[in-house]
């Protein structure tokens, strides 16, 4: 396991691991919800949006998933860091998600568009909007 988020009502545990998969765990059940398979390499960070519809999963693959919390469908593939991604957040109201490699950060607003604007925060951090 490299990467835990429970959704809002604490009903289901993500999980993230070194086998290029994630996993939705049901805990009041105790059993395996929905597999999450997509990833090139193992999956570094996991988050569940603020609702619990979706979660965003990062990899070593350079590239962050979205999927549909309640089927494991992938909704969208972002793709374009460049190093591996380890982390993965959502805001507060669920409109952006943001990821980091530890160089440098995406946020993806609305509708997960694909046009990219860099905000530099400093020589060392920067962070990427979608």
Same mark, same amino acid.
Request: glycine letters at 10%; charged letters at 30%; a positive charge.
């Given at each position: 396991m490299? *990467? +835990?988020? $429970?959704?809002? =009502? #604490?009903? +289901? @545990? *993500?999980? #993230? #691991?070194? =086998? /290029? %998969? *994630?996993? +939705?765990?049901?805990? %009041? /059940? =105790?059993? @395996? $919800? %929905? /597999? @999450?398979?997509?990833h090139d390499d193992d999956v570094k960070g996991i988050s569940f949006s603020p609702d619990g519809s979706r979660v965003a999963t990062t990899s070593k693959d350079k590239s962050a998933i979205i999927w549909d919390a309640a089927t494991g469908d992938k909704i969208k593939a972002l793709n374009g860091h460049s190093n591996n991604v380890n982390s993965v957040a959502y805001s507060p109201e669920g409109k952006y998600l943001v990821t980091g490699n530890g160089e440098c950060g995406q946020v993806s607003g609305g509708a997960f568009r694909q046009d990219v604007h860099t905000v530099v925060h400093s020589r060392q951090h920067c962070s990427d909007v979608w």
């Open positions: 490299r *990467a +835990l988020s $429970f959704n809002q =009502d #604490g009903s +289901l @545990l *993500a999980i #993230g #691991g070194d =086998d /290029k %998969k *994630a996993m +939705l765990w049901n805990i %009041k /059940k =105790d059993e @395996l $919800f %929905k /597999k @999450l398979s997509g």
